[in-house]
């Protein structure tokens, strides 16, 4: 066990962001996340500074049960030197192509929410009504942190092979920023995506000319976070590539855990245990480390620290 403070006096880890963050029984058995002094146990256990905490609820397909964007905001206003909120609304809201979302995103950014995610409606990335929100999120300087998943049920925006419907977002919404995020984005890190891994986790080596490469060199609206097992596998799977891809986008991406679970703190979550190999044995520099560990967040969400 070791926390930040501990950290920082070992020159180790200077200051790590997870920009993905949850609280609330996102699954019934998961009572024990009800409390966010347990997700600050977790953090000081990980070595991390400040969470970004996304709500989940306000979308049929997320999570029922303290995890919508009021339980978020109050949770962050316990500790508001550690957790600041995400707020989240679902572009279905209003049924309207044209529906304005302008008293809620004020309202939103009044009480402190950064961004707006985790967007994982099931509907095409570039559905209409999703691109009215991503819009207005691009006006209120709020990112929009989305989970793709291409399945027909379930949760997550759906995109075809290459994705194609993000790239229509990207161009139709310049202002706007996404981030990255799920299954179908990081399979699609590689050219070579075995239909039936597009919502999983492919495994092998990286297929050069993948659509995330792609846009992500294409466009700059187009960020990623590097949470979960969907990024831990997307950047491990081919280590030599994971690198080389980290250290091509090292502007543009952010460090994120999405544990849910405060039993996770027992184990060496592989995406805290990812960042301390390549820090531990200097996998990229130390320029590179520090954007992706906390200072591309800090610098995208507008943190002072
Ligand atoms: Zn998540």
Redesign the pocket.
């Known amino acids: 066990m070791f926390n930040a403070a501990d950290c920082r006096e070992r020159g180790w880890i200077p200051l790590l962001i997870d920009v993905?963050g949850?609280i609330g029984r996102i699954v019934p058995d998961r009572r024990e996340f009800i409390d966010p002094a347990n997700l600050i146990a977790k953090m000081d256990a990980w070595g991390i500074d400040i969470t970004f905490v996304?709500p989940l609820s306000e979308h049929p397909e997320g999570a029922y049960l303290e995890c919508n964007t009021e339980d978020v905001i109050n949770a962050c206003s316990r500790y508001p030197d550690r957790l600041i909120p995400f707020c989240l609304i679902d572009p279905r809201f209003g049924n309207r192509r044209d529906m304005d979302f302008t008293y809620l995103l004020e309202e939103y950014r009044a009480r402190g929410c950064r961004g707006i995610g985790?967007l994982l409606p099931k509907l095409d990335f570039d559905d209409p009504l999703c691109i009215n929100l991503y819009r207005q999120a691009g006006k209120f300087n709020m990112p929009v942190l989305f989970?793709m998943q291409d399945s027909a049920d379930g949760y997550g925006l759906r995109d075809d092979y290459g994705l194609p419907k993000l790239e229509n977002a990207l161009k139709k919404c310049p202002d706007t920023v996404f981030i990255g995020h799920g299954p179908t984005f990081w399979a699609e890190i590689s050219a070579d995506v075995p239909e039936e891994s597009r919502a999983a986790y492919p495994k092998g080596p990286i297929g050069m000319g993948g659509a995330v490469p792609r846009l992500m060199r294409t466009y700059p609206n187009l960020w990623a976070d590097i949470s979960?097992g969907s990024g831990y596998n997307a950047l491990t799977r081919d280590p030599a590539f994971g690198i080389e891809f980290l250290d091509e986008f090292q502007d543009k991406l952010m460090f994120g855990t999405?544990s849910c679970l405060r039993s996770d703190v027992n184990i060496v979550y592989p995406n805290i245990a990812l960042i301390r190999d390549l820090r531990e044995n200097k996998k990229l520099s130390e320029e590179a480390l520090e954007k992706i560990e906390w200072k591309n967040c800090a610098e995208l969400l507008n943190l002072k620290v």
Do not use: I, V
Request: hydrophobic share 30%; charged share 45%; glycine share 0%.
């Open positions: 993905h949850h996304l985790e989970d979960a999405d």
